[in-house]
């Protein structure tokens, strides 16, 4: 009987396992794979040059594409594209272009290196849940990753959101082993995972603050100044060899588009020092002849901090607009998240001392950072939505876990919390494999999410995949698609033509394929319904 939930924590990791590879085979690329991740990740392994889509940093790039090394594929360094840094066009040529027939096997790599990281997400749930309720609760905490739409959509693609949520939770376990235990190697395995995470996602940054604010609370100040230098100095020199000891100006050795990345600059200084000319003008000339340590990091970390103060065109419920609103990411995670885990949280949060452990650590550990992420979200202007709030889930999974201590001597809350569980898996596995547009009931009862939010919410132009396979099953030779997305559609065998703008306004008897991120390109397209969906993101109305 001791053996049984350890058994269950291994079958709920390979189950966990299974679905993604199921899930990278099932979608196409979506928006920034191809065009900002994977192929900028090689150019930095072969070149060391890192001109291209700063915009993320080098770690989690390259690490998705070295195994690209071994099948060696084709890199022209001849190109405009290159010289100008257009990371999109210069992607599409290499992908689909100079290594078409390697294409698919280029992204399986990438996406199963990803997928290894979410697999040790669950991991750090199982031995921290572990080590504070005992082997039930890890199963418990297991129970609800292994179901977690979000989670499992992310870890199947080639991007670095599930990287940065891997190092941020190693961080905030060896975090709370070191209040715990008081040992040094926990607390240099809380200095060199929270470091990584910095070289992984600029998002990362957000947290720092939080975690050392629990050792100023929990240690005092002098504890909080000792480790505030010690993560300071541990995050710069593991950034700094993730970019090569990188040594140059800021925007020298053939940066592009200079003038542009002055703009970030700008607007930076203009922020911190309003109205002084020669504070941005000392700046400016700073970056173009001082040579410094990673550069690139830099002026990557600039161009975000400028784009989340810069109002940006997202849709947010129910129209296309350039004002930030401060409840945008509060309404994505209670629709993305499944709706029995979310009980579980209130739950949780109201029988908040039955599963407290003698030190508590684990409270301010945990919720103190998720307050921080979701206080950050207020003032941005990006609504990239759910995927900016992953770091913090696997914490919340370990937070659920506890849980399990009120089933340990009560029928009534076993009977609860197996019922929360099984709800979880039955409302989860319908949305299989098709998690990137995966909303719970309560989005249901409003009209549907699509209605609320998009982008790598619903339609990241995942969907064409799915919509060979529909026009191949029904016998669809040709189709008018409004499709977004980076790939061109042919490459999986679409034959498909774009709308006129007579079709736009009245449609005529012929197959429409509309991405859900551009139903108000169409009309017509949300008062008739659907024929059908492909991977929840690309609406098919076949009006013949």
Request: charged content about 15%.
């Amino acid at each position: 009987m001791e053996f049984l939930p350890r058994n269950l924590a291994m079958g709920l990791l390979f189950i966990f396992f299974v679905q993604g590879v199921v899930l990278i085979q099932s979608t196409s690329p979506t928006a920034d794979e191809v065009s900002f991740n994977v192929v900028n990740g090689y150019t930095y392994l072969k070149t060391r040059d890192y001109r291209m889509s700063p915009a993320n940093p080098a770690l989690l790039r390259e690490w998705m594409t070295w195994p690209w090394l071994w099948l060696n594929p084709r890199l022209d360094l001849n190109k405009a594209s290159w010289k100008e840094a257009d990371s999109v066009s210069f992607a599409k040529e290499f992908f689909y272009r100079d290594n078409g027939s390697k294409a698919e096997t280029l992204l399986f790599i990438s996406r199963f290196m990803i997928l290894l990281l979410g697999l040790g997400i669950g991991g750090i749930i199982y031995f921290w849940a572990k080590q504070l309720y005992g082997e039930w609760g890890a199963v418990l905490g297991l129970c609800f990753y292994a179901f977690c739409p979000n989670l499992l959509a992310h870890s199947a693609l080639a991007t670095t959101d599930i990287g940065v949520t891997f190092f941020c939770t190693m961080a905030a376990f060896f975090l709370w082993r070191r209040l715990e235990y008081s040992k040094p190697m926990d607390q240099w395995g809380f200095f060199l995972a929270f470091a990584f995470a910095c070289a992984a996602k600029f998002n990362a940054l957000l947290l720092g603050p939080a975690f050392l604010l629990v050792l100023w609370i929990k240690k005092g100040f002098w504890e909080f100044l000792k480790s505030s230098c010690y993560l300071l100095v541990s995050s710069f020199f593991v950034v700094w060899a993730s970019y090569g000891f990188e040594w140059k100006p800021v925007l020298g050795g053939g940066v592009p588009r200079i003038s542009e990345k002055l703009g970030y600059l700008s607007a930076i200084s203009d922020f911190l020092f309003p109205h002084q000319e020669s504070v941005r003008n000392a700046l400016e000339k700073f970056a173009l002849q001082t040579s410094i340590p990673m550069p690139s990091y830099l002026l990557g970390l600039a161009g975000i901090l400028r784009s989340h103060r810069t109002p940006y065109l997202h849709y947010a419920f129910g129209h296309w607009t350039m004002e930030t609103q401060w409840y945008y990411y509060l309404f994505c995670f209670a629709v993305k998240v499944t709706l029995p885990f979310l009980i579980l949280l209130i739950l949780r949060a109201v029988y908040f001392k039955k599963s407290r452990v003698s030190s508590g650590h684990e409270n301010l550990v945990i919720l103190l950072p998720a307050a921080a992420v979701f206080l950050a979200t207020w003032g941005d202007s990006t609504a990239v939505g759910m995927r900016y709030l992953l770091p913090i889930l696997p914490m919340l999974f370990v937070w659920v876990s506890g849980a399990a201590q009120w089933a340990a001597n009560s029928r009534p809350w076993r009977r609860l919390l197996f019922f929360l569980v099984a709800a979880n898996i039955l409302t989860t596995l319908p949305a299989f494999p098709h998690y990137i547009s995966y909303f719970n009931p309560l989005a249901q009862t409003i009209g549907g999410g699509y209605r609320y939010v998009r982008g790598s919410d619903v339609d990241w132009g995942q969907g064409l995949k799915s919509l060979k396979q529909y026009m191949t099953r029904h016998g669809i030779e040709k189709i008018s698609l409004e499709y977004f997305g980076p790939t061109d559609p042919s490459f999986y065998g679409i034959d498909s033509e774009p709308f006129s703008e007579e079709e736009k306004a009245s449609p005529q008897k012929k197959v429409y394929a509309v991405s859900v991120f551009y139903l108000e390109h169409v009309r017509w397209a949300d008062r008739i319904k659907p024929t059908a969906t492909a991977a929840g993101s690309i609406r098919i109305y076949d009006l013949r």
